[in-house]
């Protein structure tokens, strides 16, 4: 069943039972459908992470943007245990409540680990594939990615962590700090997000990642995307997934961070667009 949220709040979308969680789920457009998978910072929500792309892609797209659970405004229930099997089911319930048999998946950072894993382990609802500054890979954990998951909650340290996802440092001026500070101390949020990356970080890391046979083993037409100058994933994650995936591109953005998606918007969105819909 699918209800209706009303508010005034760009971040609250509509909310559905996705393998009975309550969760809030952006869908815009129409066409074939695009599920679009957010990364793990403090206080995301899929609208957070895709607002400046949705609109863009939905011109082409069903888009389907959940927060999933754990994130943003989607329910926490008690005994939820947050791994990687429970992201990929929550997905796949998200798909099932909106009786989409098919998508193509984009896959931001941890979303990326999350889109392989439905292609690896639910290659028949994964049409084509898109993962951007992607988990899913051992690799030595970077200051970047151990500063974004051992997080705790102020302005100032949400403000030190944007100048790490940005090219752009102006991007950590302004009211975004205070916006993202402000998300990431809602009821609940810090609590949920601090048992998912629990020192030492690495382990949880190493968690996220996938068999390099099960990677190999992806038979889904891939778009690859990095930013040359990310500081929180290393573009040899990138480059090793290039390797591993038969049928893959892979598109390096120059003078861009960890925020493709924000930092080269509509160049972003063309590209993907295009490899979708070729």
Do not use: K
């Not at 969760?23 to 074939?32: E, F, K, L, S």
């Not at 909106?98 to 896959?107: D, K, N, S, T, W």
């Not at 609590?191 to 030492?200: D, L, T």
């Amino acid at each position: 069943m699918v209800s209706m949220t009303t508010t005034e709040s760009p971040e609250l979308g509509t909310t559905i039972d996705a393998n009975g969680i309550a969760t809030n789920v952006h869908v815009h457009g129409t066409g074939d459908a695009l599920l679009l998978l957010h990364g793990s910072g403090p206080g995301v929500t899929a609208w957070a992470n895709w607002r400046l792309t949705i609109p863009s892609l939905a011109e082409h797209f069903q888009v389907i943007a959940p927060d999933i659970v754990g994130f943003g405004f989607t329910e926490r229930p008690s005994d939820v245990s947050y791994d990687l099997a429970t992201w990929t089911a929550h997905a796949i319930g998200v798909l099932d409540a909106l009786g989409i048999e098919r998508a193509h998946v984009i896959g931001n950072s941890f979303g990326g680990s999350l889109a392989l894993s439905l292609a690896i382990h639910h290659p028949e609802r994964v049409n084509r594939l898109v993962l951007m500054g992607a988990v899913g890979v051992p690799f030595e954990i970077t200051p970047g990615l151990d500063a974004v998951w051992g997080y705790e909650p102020s302005v100032d340290a949400m403000r030190e962590l944007l100048r790490l996802f940005a090219y752009d440092q102006a991007l950590a001026d302004g009211d975004l700090a205070e916006l993202r500070y402000a998300a990431s101390i809602r009821p609940g949020v810090q609590e949920a997000f601090g048992s998912m990356f629990p020192p030492p970080r690495q382990r949880a890391l190493d968690a996220m990642a996938h068999p390099v046979d099960a990677i190999m083993g992806v038979r889904q037409p891939t778009l690859i995307v990095h930013g040359r100058d990310d500081r929180i994933i290393p573009l040899a994650n990138s480059l090793a997934l290039l390797e591993l995936i038969d049928d893959a591109q892979l598109h390096v953005f120059g003078r861009c961070g960890h925020w493709t998606q924000i930092e080269h918007a509509a160049a972003f969105s063309a590209l993907v667009s295009d490899f979708l819909e070729s």
